[in-house]
């Protein structure tokens, strides 16, 4: 079923490359490898190999290598800075011929089988507090080192591996807490008049105080809280206006899509047209004027949900988000069937990555969240991102095939 | 399966999906501002611009067409210019012209093409066609601008111009968007919505650097521009050439026009302009050349100029006085010059020797018998009565109101009321001796060289009037012009009392205007002068021929040019024998005329 719902993703996702870059006057097949559906098609076939090879491999590599795989990446992502090719001010590709290959993609799943083969031990708590900074050091080295490059997008992905660490029994304070930051970052910037803010936090206090047991402990306990909040929506306005402007404007946009309409609004805005034109029923394949007249930058990357936006409508993004949906309900559903921590592990890190790629991406496209350069799986045109979702997508069907194996020798 | 913590990552997932839909339907069904942004974004509407409709005169030839222009377009991004020197010499183009246009394209648009030069001759385009393709980012805009084969009729045809913020405003009915052309006066303007046709529009559809990438729908939205319609005018473009050539360095008005249809053969503003000078690239240049020229070739005279009629005006007189039973062929009166002055004549005169000599004291004395007519024992009463009574009668004539021609700005002239003496002397303050000056077409009275020549052609038609115009036939139908062109205006004069008057008008010219007479086409006329206080007084004469089924009415006003026997009267009876008898006999009149000395 993973596999059936992979192939159809990918195949949608291969003709709606297609559709970005079809132009109407100069129509060429969808198979023209001159073109990116004809190259994406390139990559789906050797896709298949990787897939063939990853079945055909004995289960054990991927636990005995998974070390030595993240060490490698590690060196790989370590050298990339010096020998990497520079594009749009990033050094994080290598060339390979007329291909081009971005090795942070491939550090992710790299990073999940180092997670886990390090958690796999059943001695291995995440309620330690040493336990914890070893977990967080296998995910901060990559991250550190792709900030390098600059790649912010790419780094933020890794943060995915905490629905992993969750499920596995971080304690629920860190998310709570993480959470109520978020939220207070949300409203600190979409409360413009700071009055308003500190006065909502100040209700808040009272009503903590109102419905706690009313002992002095809670009550400073209560009050400090609301200092510390203060303090910190204090401090995140001042923080956000020391931000390069580019990263603040990215920020504000969502805010307000108006604020620089033909710069940094410019993809939002045009990606907001292209997918709020589609309607209900979309306007019909091929038919999509905003995404195939080039109005949307990164249509066939980044933005390729514009075009099943436009062309497909509300009823096609319906389809794609519940295609999505059932995979990942699906490998939660795996993941919980295996045998092993590991698999299992594993397979939350899968999780953990599809998701939020696919939300973050989503979520970019329709303006909830600021424009970063993460790709959409198994649809956005290029080898690396189709490279690396495969095979982390692959490994893990191949441990979750050799479940009962894995049970039996390894324990 | 999902329990404790994994049904917590499977809740969160299905809720971010949640929230992901719920924003996508927000934004794709229930509102549709981004659908029209869309189409504003990649859905561009071209507009196709008609073919401005032609201009025949009434024997089809050919008065106005359309000459195709070239505008230089550019687009700037593709734009570059190593030898900016070389590139004004050959396109005729001073430097800071060029850059000016440049920025102003530039702040259009980067990508879309804006005009560069505009108006482009024919010749010259053949000039510089070859070296275009040296230039990227240039292309070449077909239009098309008005155009006159021969050089005539410039105040009648009009002229067409840019569309100005008033006129925008005026159309109610959103045709016309900024920078469209329209008539702006004469033919042009007043038949704009048959000349016009209607603009087509494509919608094409564009990708984000504005390269066309086809039909929106197929073009199923897409109208086609319907030409606009030819018309055909009442003018004998040969006649125009003609009297054009004799008003040469005069300035003054002809009006000729066919009796029996009220058909305006020519129509003449001098001095007059080439209309091709106001088209194309130079038109604003030449149009302030035009607007400071003194001698005002703008004003369009036959329309606008209004003179007091003078002694013509006493075969109106005579023909109110026979309608009233005041006046018949037996009424004699003394040519008494203590009434007013007079030149030597026989005396005392019938009607007949009135008309013919021109007699001052005998209209002074007839028209004291039309005005007082003794209804009312207070003088001034009476006068007042009388005066409006005979002010209905002259209206008739087509006097002092507007007569309706086909073209706008059209002056009304004057015929005074009582109320206007009212004002002026204050009522009951005013008898016949105030007002006696009318009786020879002096003081109050004003008309124009229009209303003049309709008078000729009611006295050649012997008591009606066709309301003067100028096209015949829209688009080759004649039922379509205007109803009033088609209505006879009667104007309450017996058709008898017209016998005396034309026989009278017939042997005037042996008095007063020799020169007018020919052999083989007899011609009824009456001179006139119209008094001018500023300088000489301009020669003014009206005609009509052949006496026995007229033809051609005509008036001619010369400025300045002092008595009317002389410049009017040897105008008009050329153009009269050009129009009747196609060819000119008599070299040494039309020499006299060209060569423009009336003054001695």
Redesign the interface.
Known sequence: MAIGLYFALVFIGWINIYAAVY???NATSIFDFSINSGKQLIWIGTAILLITLIMVADYRLFQNLSMILYILFVIILLLTPFIGKEINGQRAWFELGIFRLQPAEFTKFATALALAKLMENPTFDLSKFTHQLKALGIIALPVALIMLQPDTGTAMVYSSFF?ML??E?MPQKYYVFALSLVGLSIFTLLITNNWYLYGGIGVLILLLILISKKSWKNIAGILLLGILMLAYAYSLDFVVEKLPPHQQNRIMVLFDPDVDPLGVGWNVT?S?????????FGKGYLEG??T????VPEQHTDFIFCTL??EF??VG??IM??L??LL??RL??L???QKTRFSRIYG?CV?GLL?FHF?IN??MT?G?FPVVGIPLPFFSYGGSSLWSFTILLFIFIKLDAHRIQILGRSY | ??TG??M???VS??L??F???G???L???T?????R???R???QRVVDHPYRGLVYDRNNSLMVFNDPVFDLMVIPREFSLEDTSRFCDLFDIEKEKLIEAFNAAKNYSWVKPSPLIKQISKEEFGRVQDFLIDYRGLFVMTRSVRAYPRSAASSTLGYIGEINASQLNRDSSQYYVQGDYVGLSGIEDYYEPELRGRKGVKYK?????GIE??AFKNGDLDTLSVPGENLQATIDLNLQVYGEKLMQGKRGSVVAIEPETGEILTMISAPVYDPNILTGAKFGENYQALNKDPDKPLFNRPIMAMYPPGSIFKIVQSLIGMQEGILTAKTTFPCNRALVNCHNHPTPVNLFGAIRNSCNPYYHQAFRQVINREVSSNTYKDTQIGLDQWRESVLKFGLGNRLGIDMHGEKSGSIPSSELYDRIYGEGRWKYSTIYSLSIGQGEMLVTPLQMANLAAIFANKGYYYTPHLIKAIDGDPSRIPEKFRTKNETGIDAAHFELIQDAMAAALYGTAARAIMEDIEIAGKTGTAQNPAGEDHSVFIAFAPKEDPKIAIAVYVENAGWGGRAAASTASLLIEKYLAGSISRPELEEYVLKGEFIY
């Open positions: 132009d109407e006057q629905i969750y499920r029994g045009q907001k047209i292209a997918i709020g034109s589609g309607g209900l004027t905003q195939k007249f080039d109005f936006g436009e409508g509300w993004s319906l988000i519940s999505f949906v990942l309900l939660v559903f993941a919980e069937r939350y999780i998701f939300s989503i979520a329709v909830l | 399966m999902y913590r994994s917590v990552v499977a997932i299905g971010i999906a929230v992901l839909l924003k996508l339907f934004i794709q069904v509102d549709d501002s981004y659908l942004k869309a189409e974004n990649a859905i559809l564009v990708n984000v650097r990438k086809g």
